[in-house]
């Protein structure tokens, strides 16, 4: 078993306009509005470390709903998360495939297959106005005890010729994603959907909860305690089920870091090692800066 590459994780927000304006209050580059062909859209942040966050708005409706009763496993679990828990919050991990169809075969063989894969293509585009097609296929896992989380494996067809050079470029410092944080009351429930998933089955125990490693980012499954311990967060359900709940950031520059809150009107909690933001309207995801290792 190998450990695959985390990609992105999912955020689902009421409107890309409130997102966009939340992340450039927290110093982030926002890259420009993208539309799915499916009737969601983003405005996504990028980092040097090649993951991202995907702010994911509703742009039309109409379509979501559509594709979801297609049968369209993108749509219908972000309608499903919506339905459940509103529209700011953190749904969905992504994970890079070097083969989708094998990817399939390993996660039903593990009883965690959820639905078809999906095929699309769509639009991105620079800051420049320069765009570029890119091509996918994604093959999704679920499992049915945790109803607001989703794991999948996405495969590049095509990647789109774009330089993200300037919208990896934040004034407040950060690099890429260190760590992802998520919750549950009993976290070694759940060791055996996120092993095949992630590609790893090595997965230590810790007095709070336990971790398991991709390739490129840490998962850290906290109890509410350890959540509350660790990063002053508080669990957002209190229902079993894995959540996700939270993203560890690496900062190079601590002052950098402070001045483009500041500048943002953000205050953070400082908790030793991290500086933290709590969810905020357009925002999803609790934010903990790293600045330990600056």
Do not use: W
């Not at 966050?53 to 109409?62: D, F, T």
């Not at 906290?222 to 967060?233: I, S, Y």
């Amino acid at each position: 078993m190998t450990a695959k590459f985390f990609d992105h994780a999912v955020l689902p927000v009421e409107s890309l306009e409130a997102s966009r304006e939340r992340y450039q209050a927290l110093g982030f580059t926002v890259a420009p509005d993208a539309r799915h062909p499916f009737g969601t859209e983003n405005a996504c942040v990028f980092f040097n470390d090649a993951t991202y966050l995907e702010p994911l708005a509703i742009g039309q409706r109409e379509d979501c709903e559509a594709t979801a009763l297609a049968g369209n496993m993108f749509t219908a679990v972000d309608q499903a998360y919506r339905f459940r828990n509103g529209e700011n919050g953190f749904s969905a991990l992504g994970f890079v495939s070097k083969d989708a169809a094998a990817d399939r075969q390993i996660f039903k063989s593990k009883g965690i297959l959820a639905g078809e894969n999906l095929t699309f293509s769509r639009l991105f585009k620079t800051p420049e106005g320069a765009e570029e097609e890119g091509s996918f296929e994604l093959v999704f896992t679920r499992d049915l005890r945790a109803p607001d989380i989703t794991l999948f494996a996405c495969q590049n067809i095509k990647a789109p010729k774009i330089d993200k050079t300037a919208l990896k470029n934040h004034a407040n410092g950060v690099t890429g994603i260190k760590e992802v944080i998520l919750s549950e009351f009993v976290p070694s429930d759940f060791q055996y959907y996120l092993q095949p998933v992630i590609g790893n089955r090595d997965t230590p125990s810790h007095s709070f909860g336990m971790e398991i490693s991709a390739s490129n980012v840490n998962f850290n499954v906290l109890t509410p305690e350890g959540l509350k311990v660790m990063f002053g967060a508080s669990r957002q359900s209190a229902e079993r089920g894995l959540r996700c709940e939270g993203i560890v950031l690496a900062v190079d520059d601590r002052a950098k870091l402070e001045k483009a809150l500041a500048d943002g009107g953000v205050k953070p909690r400082d908790m030793g090692r991290y500086l933290v933001v709590d969810p905020a309207p357009g925002q999803g995801a609790f934010l903990a800066f790293n600045v330990s290792e600056i």
